[in-house]
């Protein structure tokens, strides 16, 4: 009877042991381990800007930007090597006044691509792969969008990127440091808010475009093409 109740005290004791040195384990794994969550706009440029355009005309998309990028607060720098944004496009026309900017219909039938660096490449309706090219120090895409139609549309330039980059210049006495992503967005011609009047007059959504705003639902190129 007394030998089981010391057994009993003696595995009572081993476990808590046991559970004490798994825990130090873990704080000192804690404590040498950095975890970031940073946010990232990525750079697109389409050009030219118009009130209205006519069916033939050209719109013109570049993007350019380097492996090392600064975060959205310009708080660090992340280095993105071989590193997949996931980028693509959408192209809808805006025609329904009851749906938001998401339920409009897809319309990328409308439109021819010219690739120059990487490509658009239209996998439905309304959606594109965005194939970005890395040169080693930069990614770069090209490109000619063709008009067909008449209308008013609207190409969202999207991206989604989670995996872990590496962290530039972060702070020292940390034996590992996790340099995570949280959700980031592109950023169409610096936030500019040309033809955003368009999205509340065709559609349920209405951005605002105020400066002090957060520029993170700036990803969208809204414009009209009519008949010559």
């Not at 490509?119 to 063709?146: A, K, V």
Request: negative net charge.
């Amino acid at each position: 009877m007394v030998n089981s109740k010391i057994i009993k005290k003696a595995e009572l004791v081993t476990k808590l042991l046991f559970t004490l040195t798994l825990a130090s384990f873990s704080c000192a794994d804690d404590d040498d381990t950095l975890y970031l969550s940073k946010e990232f706009q990525l750079p697109v440029d389409v050009m030219p800007k118009k009130d209205i355009y006519k069916v033939g005309d050209t719109i013109i998309v570049n993007i350019n930007f380097p492996k090392i990028l600064s975060d959205k607060e310009n708080t660090l720098k992340y280095l993105f090597e071989e590193y997949d944004f996931g980028t693509s496009v959408r192209i809808v026309e805006l025609i329904d006044k009851s749906q938001p900017l998401s339920g409009q219909p897809g319309a990328i039938e409308s439109f021819q691509f010219i690739n120059q660096v990487g490509g658009i490449y239209p996998f439905g309706s309304g959606g594109g792969e965005l194939d970005l090219i890395f040169n080693g120090e930069n990614y770069i895409f090209s490109g000619q969008i063709i008009i067909g139609k008449q209308g008013v549309y609207n190409i969202s330039f999207l991206c989604d990127f989670s995996e872990n980059a590496i962290a530039v210049g972060a702070p020292h006495g940390y034996t590992n440091i996790v340099a995570g992503v949280s959700p980031s967005f592109t950023l169409v011609n610096s936030g500019d808010t040309f033809n955003y009047h368009l999205f509340p007059k065709y559609t349920a959504s209405r951005f605002d475009t105020s400066d002090s705003i957060s520029t993170q639902t700036r990803s969208f190129f809204p414009f009209v093409v009519e008949e010559y």
